[in-house]
């Protein structure tokens, strides 16, 4: 083999271990996280969101008791663990109000809110209700309503960091239970 062979195959060979370790280290890098909100009894997911670490996301419904609207604000930090940082309703319904060195009450129009909570709940099971509860995930403006989709289950919402590549690979192939992902 001539200088000119041996150079090119040590060209090629220097550029293969360069992509393959930059695909390692964008595999170990931490690239953002995801929330899944999964039925509890078969893991089948409902939706897939890509999170920024504090990026909320809310439930809003409608309470079984009163008729009256809710709204839960919830973050997840960067590990992955979720947050309940706020809640919004009309006045104290059954069940509602505020818990003792959590957050503080405030006035947002005519609603009732308890603000800077960043209370920690992890993952957690919420059971759906009826259509007319309105179970629904608000986030990134897409509204997705659980109680048209599975009323009367329960539903799992966890999130967990992904790696750099994962990230990108999911921001140009999104999940398809990603709202606006195409099916």
Known sequence: MNTH??????????????????????????GDLELTISTAKDDRKLLVLPLDPGERFTIHYY????????WEEHSVDAHGKIYIEEERYLKFGAGMGKMPGIGRMVK?????????????????VLRVGSPGVDHTIIWRNTRTNLSAKVPHEA??????????????????FPHN???????
């Open 155 to 172: 539903v799992r919402f966890s999130a967990a960091p992904v790696s750099l590549i994962y990230a990108m690979y999911r921001s140009f």
């Open 108 to 124: 947002k129009g005519p609603y009732e809110a308890i603000v800077d909570m960043h209370m920690p709940t992890g993952d957690f």
């Open 63 to 70: 309470h079984s008791v009163e008729n009256a609207p809710i």
């Open 177 to 183: 239970a990603t709202p606006g992902a195409v099916e």
């Open 5 to 30: 062979g041996k150079s090119t195959v040590s060209l090629l060979l220097g550029s293969s271990f360069l992509a393959v370790s930059l695909l390692l280290v964008a595999w170990y890098l931490p």
